[in-house]
Nanobody, 118 residues
Framework: QGQLVESGGGLVQPGGSLKLSCTAS??????????MAWYRQAPGKQREVVAR?????????YYSDAVKGRFTISRDDYKNTLTLQMNNLKPEDTAIYYC????????WGQGTQVTVSS
């Protein structure tokens, strides 16, 4: 049974940084095929995509306007990992962050809490 496991969340002050990681295991297809993304969901709001990176043959990278210039998504297809480097964090970045993998089917992680507060 395939799964994605996130780590790296926590409490950080405004202006600080965090690095989230997502490790994939047991996927039906090889990790490099999957389009990988980070989503987040704040209390009372819908889940939204934060950043996305394509699989094999797709070099496109997407960032939402809210995080562009502050967050960086990257992947290591040898280690089956996805990361999100978050800099200059703001209180409005507070949310549960989810890792998603999509290739014919979808996988979701359990989420990791990020809280930005002084």
């Amino acid at each position: 049974q395939g799964q994605l496991v996130e780590s790296g969340g926590g409490l950080v002050q405004p202006g600080g940084s965090l690095k989230l990681s997502c490790t994939a295991s047991g996927l039906r297809f090889r990790f490099s095929l999957y389009r990988m993304a980070w989503y987040r969901q704040a209390p009372g709001k819908q889940r939204e995509v934060v950043a996305r990176t394509g699989g094999d043959g797709d070099s496109n990278t997407y960032y939402s306007d809210a995080v562009k210039g502050r967050f960086t998504i990257s992947r290591d297809d040898y280690k089956n990992t996805l990361t999100l480097q978050m800099n200059n964090l703001k209180p409005e970045d507070t949310a549960i962050y989810y890792c998603n993998g999509h290739w014919i089917e979808d996988y979701w992680g359990q989420g990791t809490q990020v809280t930005v507060s002084s």
